[in-house]
């Protein structure tokens, strides 16, 4: 099973914890932004579900550290125990539920888009092939759909296969290729209506974790009910991404 793990220390702020583990594994891809992605600068994971664990942990009082994984075996490597939760921009869904369990969710049910090469008929949404990340919600999409799915491992590489004419579109989260779109100075467009999948985004726990789970819910509750999370979910994504009432 190819697994890459990159040990990124963290310690979080506050000396007790309501669980019986001394330390909480928190599982992530860093590979794609703004959820999370590896700062050029520091080496470490970065971006909002960083930011967002780091500030559930110091809430709970959970001593965390941050393990990297391939999306491709992030949900196996939670099963067998490399770790004790994902954040990973893992949409909710029925077909995960079966094998994981999930906490509230942290991020509305969001858009996801289609961007192609500027001057591409939105036909091919439709009917042409179409590139999503492996084992994504888009990807289950897509092979729902009449277009041909040609999934790959990492998001980047679904951009690449675009720009070098491999696939027609592709289909991910819309905050994800906003900056895509936004610096390729006209050379990619949206194509067609957003659309929208899933139950949001929330924390993915092996199904038996239930004190854990629940204290993750606790303090998502908190922060949905202070604003903390809004502010956060505001800054990582901009005024646009749906927030909690």
């Not at 999503?132 to 296969?161: C, K, R, V, Y």
């Not at 579109?169 to 990619?188: I, T």
């Not at 929208?196 to 629940?214: C, H, Y």
Request: charged fraction near 20%; aromatic fraction near 8%.
């Amino acid at each position: 099973m190819k697994k890459l793990i990159l040990g990124l220390a963290l310690t979080a702020f506050g000396t007790g914890t309501a669980l019986a583990q001394d330390v909480v594994r928190m599982g992530s891809e860093g590979a794609y932004p703004p959820y999370n992605f590896i700062n050029d600068a520091t080496g470490e994971l970065d971006g909002f579900e960083r930011e967002l664990g780091d500030a559930i942990c110091e809430r709970a009082g959970l001593t965390c550290e941050w393990v990297i994984n391939d999306w491709d075996t992030i949900i196996p490597n939670l099963v067998s125990g490399n770790y004790d939760t994902i954040m990973a921009g893992m949409s909710i869904t029925d077909a995960r539920r079966e094998v994981i369990a999930f906490s509230q969710n942290y991020l509305q049910p969001e858009p996801s888009a289609f961007i192609a090469l500027a001057g591409t008929d939105a036909d091919v949404t439709m009917s042409g092939v179409v590139a999503a990340q492996s084992n994504t919600i888009q990807a289950g999409h897509i092979a729902e759909s009449d277009a041909d799915l040609l999934e790959f491992p990492t998001p980047d590489e679904t951009i690449a296969a675009l720009r070098n004419g491999e696939v027609d579109a592709v289909l991910a989260d819309k905050a994800f290729l906003e900056p895509y779109v936004g610096d390729s100075g006209g050379e990619l467009v949206f194509l067609g209506d957003d659309v929208l999948l899933g139950d949001g985004i929330g924390v993915g726990t092996r199904q038996s974790d239930n004190d854990l789970r629940a204290t993750f819910d606790g303090v998502i509750s908190e922060m949905k009910a202070d604003g903390s999370l809004n502010t956060m979910i505001t800054k990582w994504f901009g005024e646009d991404q749906p927030l909690f009432e």
